[in-house]
C-alpha cells in the first residue's frame, strides 16, 4: 500500500502504478486557526509505504509526514517505510556557528519517533545525515534516472557525446557517474561560496590535480555539448558562473541537470538567462524543471 503526501502525490501514484500496488488517500485540510487535520481514507494493510518531499513548505510538509506516519501506526500498521525523495533541512548536519540547531538530526530523529521503520531519500547533500538514524536509511542515487534520459531524449537522434560539468568538486562523483552510464568524458570546476546566494567559480587545472585522473581539460569544452549535473539548484548562482565558464570557453550548448530543482529567487530564470538550453530536474521536487521520473528507483529499491 502507498499513500502520497501532499507534495509527492504524482509520483506516489507513479511508485503506485510501478508496483501494482493501491494507492491510499489522505484527507488533508486546515481549521481557521491554521491547525491541520488529517485522515487516512482507506484500510490499512501490515506494510505501507508513504512517499512525501519535505521542501518548500518544509515545516508544513514535514508536519503532515509525521501526521500520516504516527497515524498509520496508531491504526495498526506494522511497518512503515518512508520515502523522503527530498529531504529539507539536511544541508545543516553539524553546528558551523556556537549554538545553532543541527537541523538535520532534529529532522531524522522526528521522523524516526514518529513510527518510521525504514527510510529513503535521494542524493542526500551531505551522507553522513543518515547517521542520525537507527533505522535502516538508504540514500538512493538518481543519477541512472538522469542519464536514461538525456540518452534518450537529447542524444537519442545523434551520435554526438556530451562533456559532463560538475559546477564543483563535491559533484564530481555526479558527473563520473553520468558519464559512465553514457560513455562519454566528464570534468568538473572549483567553487568557493561567499554567502548563501555567491559562489565564485574558478577553473581546475587538472594537471595539477592528482585525484583527477578521469577529467579532461577545460579547453576540450570548445565545440562541445555541456551537461552541468548538481544535485540541488537553489538561487542557481553556481550554475550560471558554471555556464558563463563554458560559454567563454567555447561550449556549443549547455543544459543542466540537477537532482532536487528547489529553483528559488528566480533561479530559474537567471540560469535560462545565463544561456541554458534546458534545465532538466527530477520529480523529487514539483517543478516545471521536473522532466526525470524517480518512480522507477523508488519502485525497485521497495522490491528489494
Ligand atoms: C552545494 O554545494 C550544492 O551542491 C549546490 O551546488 C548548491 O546548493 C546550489 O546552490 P545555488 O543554486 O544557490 O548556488
Known amino acids: 500500500m502507498i499513500i502520497g ?10 511508485v503506485a502504478k510501478e508496483l501494482g500496488e493501491e494507492i491510499c488517500y489522505v484527507e488533508t485540510k486546515k481549521f481557521p486557526d491554521g491547525e491541520r487535520y488529517l485522515r487516512i481514507d482507506g484500510q490499512i494493510e501490515d506494510e505501507v509505504t508513504v512517499i512525501q518531499s519535505t521542501g518548500y513548505p518544509q515545516d508544513e510538509n514535514l508536519m503532515e509526514l509525521m501526521f500520516i506516519v504516527s497515524t498509520l501506526k496508531d491504526l495498526g500498521a506494522k511497518k512503515v517505510k518512508v520515502v523522503v525523495p527530498y ?21 531524522c530523529n522526528l521522523i524516526e519517533a514518529a513510527g518510521a521503520d525504514e527510510f529513503i531519500t535521494f542524493n542526500i547533500h551531505e551522507e553522513c545525515v543518515l547517521n542520525f538514524f ?3 536509511a538508504r540514500n538512493l542515487s538518481a543519477m541512472p534516472a ?21 559546477p564543483d568538486k563535491g559533484a564530481y562523483g555526479f558527473a563520473q557517474e553520468i558519464s559512465e552510464i553514457i560513455g562519454c568524458d566528464c570534468t568538473y570546476l572549483t567553487k568557493v561560496r561567499l554567502g548563501p546566494d555567491k559562489v565564485e567559480t574558478r577553473i581546475v ?41 563554458l560559454k567563454q570557453y567555447g561550449a556549443s550548448a549547455v543544459d543542466v541537470c540537477c537532482v532536487h530543482p528547489i529553483l528559488t529567487n528566480n533561479g530559474a530564470t537567471r540560469i ?22 524517480l518512480a522507477k528507483s523508488i519502485a525497485d529499491a521497495l522490491r528489494e
Open 146 to 166: 538522469i542519464a536514461e534520459y538525456l540518452n534518450k531524449k537529447i542524444f537519442k537522434k545523434s551520435n554526438e557525446k556530451p562533456l559532463i560539468i560538475a
Open 205 to 245: 587545472d587538472v594537471r595539477c590535480d592528482s585525484e583527477s585522473e578521469n577529467t579532461v581539460n577545460i579547453d576540450s569544452v570548445k565545440g562541445m555539448h555541456a551537461i552541468i549535473i548538481d544535485d540541488i539548484i537553489a538561487t542557481g548562482g553556481t550554475i550560471v558562473n558554471a555556464i558563463n565558464i
Open 134 to 136: 537507527d533505522i535502516p
Open 5 to 14: 503526501g501532499s507534495a509527492s502525490q504524482d509520483l506516489a501514484s507513479h
Open 87 to 107: 529531504l529539507g533541512y539536511a544541508r545543516q548536519e553539524k553546528r558551523f556557528k556556537d549554538g545553532e540547531s543541527v537541523s538535520a538530526k532534529i529532522i
Open 272 to 293: 535560462y538567462a545565463a544561456g541554458a538550453g534546458k534545465i532538466i530536474g527530477t520529480n523529487s521536487l514539483s517543478s516545471d524543471t521536473s522532466r526525470v521520473s
